[in-house]
């Protein structure tokens, strides 16, 4: 009898055992978590992380469970005496959700709602990172942002001057640009050279009303995208100093087809193909801070694109585009008594759809030499926080249509 009492006493006091011993976790995460909240923050800290701005890389600086970070910008535009209209906007309001499953298993995603009225999914991906592998090689899939360029990645509002991203970055090398895909990853150690590679959906078929003096028409953002076409991309990043990064980015894919009728250019046809060829540098010397960038597009096959498109021969796209933009800042803050960071900036862009066309197309002299001289200042009361001013003059020798516009924009990160 006493041997059968022992026994139910042990099989109840097991599942009690373990079940206190459960309840106790979740009371230790349950503090580590308001403790979080205490300091600010939830889920990780602020600091990039294979290649992707502060707050976007939150997810890989916690040790497990969720992390939120975000970014948000309000920003106005005013012109000098043009027929143009003036203009305040709620541009941007991003929130990074984060999960960290386990030390190889994790999920990044950015929703951002821009204007004030419309909804996207940035990106969403999952990454697996094999301890053994020490960062040299991870693995990914997802809605991914192309490692094209500097913004695509790093487009947090206080990581670039001026209140707008470079026209090189935002029209020739589109951002946000982002495709369902997978790919690698990795670092070397101490983070001497990173890279990606990616393969991913290529680009959408834009329609017939197509223009050939932005690219930004070609990203299918993720969403129900045609994927009879893929393609490939990927970035190589130096960092041969604190003061010196050396990077160079590559993109190949063909044009979706319409698969409508059989006129329009459907599956049959040869694909019309670009390639994106980016060379940057940035960093600082001597206290000034530099940024320079050059990119390079080829595209194939064409004129058959190009027939498809309606619009009349001098809007259609050239064989050739060639963009670049360099800029020069300087904190000031320590010469005006300051602990803000105050920095003056420049930047001057050159922008050529129309470098080469063939017989498909009519170079347009408004299609050339597009120039773009933005100057202004760029104030951080405190690392998350930045307040922007500048002005924007804007050249155009085919069509005179040239215009100032006044820029002013507040911005956060979390």
Known sequence: MNKLFLIILILIALPL????????????????????????GFGGEIGSQYGFGPAASKVYNTSSGLSIGGYGEIVGKFYSAEQKTDQTDAYRGVFYIGYKFTDEWSLNTELEFEHGDEAFLEFGYLDYTPKNMNGLLGFRAGLLLLPTGIINELHEPTLFHG???PQ?????LPTTNREVGVGIFGETEEKKLEYKLY??????????????NTNKSFRSKGSSSTANELAITGSLKYNYSEKLVIGASYYRGSIQPSGTTASAYDMNDPASRAEWRTIYLMGEYMGFEYRALYTNHKLTNIDRF???ITGAANTKFGTKQVGYYYEIAKDMGQYIGSSWYVAPFFRYENLNFHKKTDSSATAN???QDLQYWNYGL???PIANVVLKADALRHTNPGTNDDYTQYN??????F
Do not use: H
């Open 163 to 165: 209140v707008y991203r």
């Open 408 to 413: 002013l924009g507040i911005g956060w990160i």
């Open 199 to 212: 393969y991913v959906t290529s680009l959408k078929n834009p329609g017939t009303g197509a223009k050939g």
């Open 168 to 172: 090189t970055e935002t029209v020739m």
């Open 17 to 40: 055992a373990s079940f206190s011993q459960t309840l106790e976790e979740r009371v230790d995460i349950l503090s580590e978590e308001l403790e979080q909240l205490k300091r600010g």
């Open 378 to 380: 760029t104030v951080k």
């Open 306 to 308: 190009n027939a498809y």
């Open 365 to 367: 002299r408004s299609y």
